[in-house]
Antibody, heavy 119, light 107 residues
């Protein structure tokens, strides 16, 4: 079955760039679907960050758009997130998920990775 | 508006029926999807589209929509259904939105 696994540093300093990768197994990203990033600050709700199609088309949350870059590497069957100029407000569990468009759903999700922004 | 509003907390007696709602203008144009999240775990899709359940989701979970409100109904709630539930849809620009979440307690 399709599985997603996030990886990346668990601690990032303020003003630096957060970088995460989502490795996909059991499905070829090149075969279709969109792929997304969602985050959840400790004790709070879910926030969509952005999504990417295998062709490279991207869609970003307007509130984060100026700081977010999502890219895809079909040769490695993975996609990545970069969030620049981070602050403590970016501390969250970051999830990656497969997204289908119309009717929408996110499924499955990775297990999530906690990223803490602190000096 | 570009928000999805959920009641913060709902409770239900074991074996009874509970409805969790999600309100937002965008729900007049887009279906909601619903996610169950247990402590320390990733969200799990339970309902999408008009009323579709992914494989492995019990049939006690169902979805419906009317006007600007989407609902997730659990008929015969079980102890294992105690969790946070989030709705998801789009805003008028097509960007994804999540509701604030509803904490379901099974008494």
């Amino acid at each position: 079955q399709v599985q997603l696994q996030e990886s990346g540093p668990g601690l990032v300093k303020p003003s630096e760039t957060l970088s995460l990768t989502c490795a996909v197994s059991g499905y070829s990203i090149s075969s279709g679907y969109y792929w997304g990033w969602i985050r959840q600050p400790p004790g709070k709700g879910l926030e969509w960050i952005g999504s990417i199609y295998h062709s490279g088309s991207t869609y970003y949350n307007p509130s984060l758009k100026s700081r977010v870059t999502i890219s895809v590497d079909t040769s490695k069957n993975q996609f990545s997130l970069k969030l620049s100029s981070v602050t403590a407000a970016d501390t969250a569990v970051y999830y990656c998920a497969r997204w289908r468009n119309g009717p929408d759903w996110f499924d499955p999700w990775g297990q999530g990775t906690l990223v803490t922004v602190s000096s | 508006s570009s928000e999805l509003t959920q009641d913060p907390a709902v409770s239900v007696a074991l074996g009874q029926t509970v409805r969790i709602t999600c309100q937002g203008d965008s729900l007049r144009s887009y279906y909601a999807s619903w996610y169950q999240q247990k402590p320390g775990q990733a969200p799990v899709l339970v309902i999408y589209g008009k009323n579709n359940r992914p494989s492995g989701i019990p049939d006690r979970f169902s979805g419906s929509s009317s006007g600007n409100t989407a609902s997730l109904t659990i008929t015969g709630a079980q102890a294992e259904d105690e969790a946070d539930y989030y709705c998801n849809s789009r805003d008028s620009s097509g960007n994804h939105l999540f509701g604030g979440g509803t904490k379901l307690t099974v008494l």
